[in-house]
T-cell receptor, first 117, second 116 residues
Framework: AQKITQTQPGMFVQEKEAVTLDCTYDTSDPSYGLFWYKQPSSGEMIFLIYQGSYDQQNATEGRYSLNFQKARKSANLVISASQLGDSAMYFCAMREGRVGSARQLTFGSGTQLTVLP | EPEVTQTPSHQVTQMGQEVILRCVPISNHLYFYWYRQILGQKVEFLVSFYNNEISEKSEIFDDQFSVERPDGSNFTLKIRSTKLEDSAMYFC??????????????FGPGTRLTVL
């Protein structure tokens, strides 16, 4: 079974509008972290935001916010006021809190976001 | 701001040749990772390294792969005999500590490996 599922291979949004990128996850660990990374066409992985499983409030970082619904196991990324520079691939990832592991990230398949002028 | 660096940025090699990909993690970080991303696909975990030994490895990380921390700063990934399917972007990452699930992994810019 997939641990991280991103069901939107591609999304389009008009400049200055908000967009939501979906992410659902599957884990039996009570302790985990959810991350979003941005990968522009140049290829580097840019950390955007994370949410801990025990965090009471949704994470926010500037124009990025994470809509965390623990019961539904979803961690959607919301980008407000989209800019042309937001066009990139976006990956959702999870790090499980297994005791003794080095806690590698498990990535979803990504969503290619295109911001239209 | 400290960052993870990787060299080379692009490596072209012939099938069957050995390659070594180099990474310099952030200096006070304790956990190191290699991931790979085949073109157009998702990022996949290869191996994690802590206290001078492998912590975990995926099924991709077979006997053709090895990792080493030869000195206090470098972290290397060696592929002994490259195959065409090893062509991918290889990312190194490091994190400060692994004792909780919330510690951010910092990624390097990647090395694009092309096997001909």
């Amino acid at each position: 079974a997939q641990k991280i599922t991103q069901t939107q291979p591609g999304m389009f949004v008009q400049e200055k509008e908000a967009v939501t990128l979906d992410c659902t996850y599957d884990t039996s660990d009570p302790s985990y972290g959810l991350f979003w990374y941005k990968q522009p066409s140049s290829g580097e992985m840019i950390f955007l935001i994370y949410q801990g499983s025990y965090d009471q409030q949704n994470a926010t970082e500037g124009r990025y916010s994470l809509n965390f619904q623990k019961a539904r196991k979803s961690a959607n990324l919301v980008i407000s006021a989209s800019q042309l520079g937001d066009s990139a691939m976006y990956f959702c990832a999870m790090r499980e809190g297994r005791v003794g592991s080095a806690r590698q990230l498990t990535f979803g398949s990504g969503t290619q976001l295109t911001v239209l002028p | 701001e400290p960052e993870v660096t990787q060299t080379p940025s692009h490596q072209v090699t012939q099938m069957g040749q050995e390659v070594i990909l180099r990474c310099v993690p952030i200096s006070n970080h304790l956990y190191f990772y290699w991931y790979r991303q085949i073109l157009g696909q998702k990022v996949e975990f290869l191996v994690s390294f802590y206290n001078n030994e492998i912590s975990e490895k995926s099924e991709i990380f077979d006997d053709q792969f090895s990792v080493e921390r030869p000195d206090g700063s470098n972290f290397t990934l060696k592929i002994r005999s490259t195959k065409l399917e090893d062509s991918a972007m290889y990312f190194c990452a490091s994190s400060e500590a692994g004792s909780g699930p919330y510690n951010e992994q910092f990624f390097g810019p990647g090395t694009r490996l092309t096997v001909l």
